[in-house]
């Protein structure tokens, strides 16, 4: 069997891990960054295991719903979800963008010091896909830095906000 593509982000912050976990896991601030360039409305967010975060990104008159199921929450150190896209009763369906994209992306997100600051890693994995959604995924992969790299541009800011504001 072939090993499952990975895609695989690591991004440095200037700013402390508790901080850098609250922009993860504070729905508030988590709808400020998550989906940059769009309306993100976070319509519920339990992080516990077998917690859900449903989500929805509007821009215009469209919007796309996704559902997150929390597996694994280690405050301050690890974050695991299973991500799909969703339907209007939270059913978990096909990407209506993407037809070929992968119905669940296995999500990990690690929290680690580097000095002062804190590394993160994301982790994007496929999930019971078909050979036809692991092209899809794969082919995406170079492109995917965009989105979380304008996503965390958004967090450098949020981070310079709070650290004035506790100063």
Not at 152 to 159: H, L, P, S, T, V
Request: charged share 20%; net charge negative; proline share 5%.
């Amino acid at each position: 069997m072939s090993k499952l593509p990975e895609y695989i982000l690591d991004r440095i912050f200037d700013a402390p891990r508790a901080m850098v976990w609250q922009a993860w896991t504070d729905p508030e601030l988590l709808a400020r960054w998550y989906g940059p360039g769009v309306e993100t409305i976070i319509h519920e967010f339990n992080l516990t295991v077998g917690g859900f975060w449903l989500n929805e990104m509007k821009w215009g008159e469209k919007s796309m719903l996704s559902k997150a199921v929390f597996t694994q929450v280690n405050e301050n150190e690890l974050l695991v979800w299973d991500h799909s896209a969703a339907d209007e009763s939270w059913n978990i369906v096909s990407n209506p963008m993407m037809p070929d994209w992968p119905k669940t992306l296995h999500t990990v997100v690690s929290f680690e010091d580097a000095g002062d600051k804190t590394r993160v890693r994301l982790v994007w994995t496929p999930v019971g896909a078909s050979q036809a959604e692991l092209d899809c995924f794969s082919g995406a992969m170079n492109n995917m830095g965009k989105g979380w790299e304008s996503g965390y541009a958004i967090m450098d800011q949020i981070f310079a906000e709070l650290q004035n504001s506790n100063a």
